[in-house]
């Protein structure tokens, strides 16, 4: 019996050899897994670190875009606005001259306006017509170039400020408001290197 036991012990020892052999093979095969995972998990948060990083500076670098662009396109506004508040500035000063100083203007712009060898008609408005100087017509016809003939109107024209020059069928709009629409680029560009260049 002491053979069968020797048999035994000796299996048994072998079977314990072996099974403590295999399980550290597997607890090194373990390990390998779990260094491996976790390199591949810094790996992967690496990555991903890197690639949001990446995506704050694009979205920092378009908010500065961003940023700068509305300055711009606020600052351009503001000129334009500041531009048409000084042309409408100009028209209301223009408008409101002193009568003298306003009817010497509508002389110049008759002066400008009246075709030669033509007799042409000019119409105020009614507030005009009401308060224009008793020499007016004498004033008109001495500012006029040579061969034109301006007469004044007995009717009044739907208008503010200015006149109408009319020669018949053809009508030309000396209003303030019409002249300075028909000449607002150039009063932008003039106004724009006065007050910004």
Do not use: H, W
Not at 36 to 48: G, L, S, T
Not at 147 to 161: C, E, H, P, R, Y
């Amino acid at each position: 019996m002491a053979g069968i036991n020797k048999i035994i012990e000796r299996i048994s020892r072998d079977s314990q050899a072996q099974c403590e052999s295999l399980i550290f093979d597997a607890q090194t095969q373990a390990a390998a897994i779990k260094k491996e995972a976790a390199e591949r998990a810094e790996a992967e948060k690496q990555k991903m670190m890197d690639e949001a990083s990446k995506e704050c500076e694009n979205i920092i670098k378009m908010a500065e875009s961003g940023a700068e662009f509305a300055g711009k396109e606020t600052m351009l506004k503001t000129r334009i606005d500041i531009i048409n508040e000084t042309i409408d500035a100009a028209l209301a000063k223009l408008e409101s001259l002193p009568d003298d100083k306003y009817f010497e203007a509508l002389y110049s712009l008759a002066a400008k306006y009246a075709l030669p060898g033509k007799t042409g008609e000019m119409l105020l408005s009614e507030k005009d017509l009401a308060r224009k100087p008793e020499d007016f017509d004498k004033k008109l016809a001495a500012a006029l170039q040579k061969g034109a003939v301006v007469t004044l109107g007995k009717k009044s024209a739907d208008i503010k400020s200015g006149f109408i020059l009319s020669y018949g069928d053809i009508e030309m709009n000396c209003t303030f408001s019409a002249l300075i629409a028909e000449s607002r680029d150039e009063l932008k560009d003039l106004i724009y290197r006065k007050i910004f260049a």
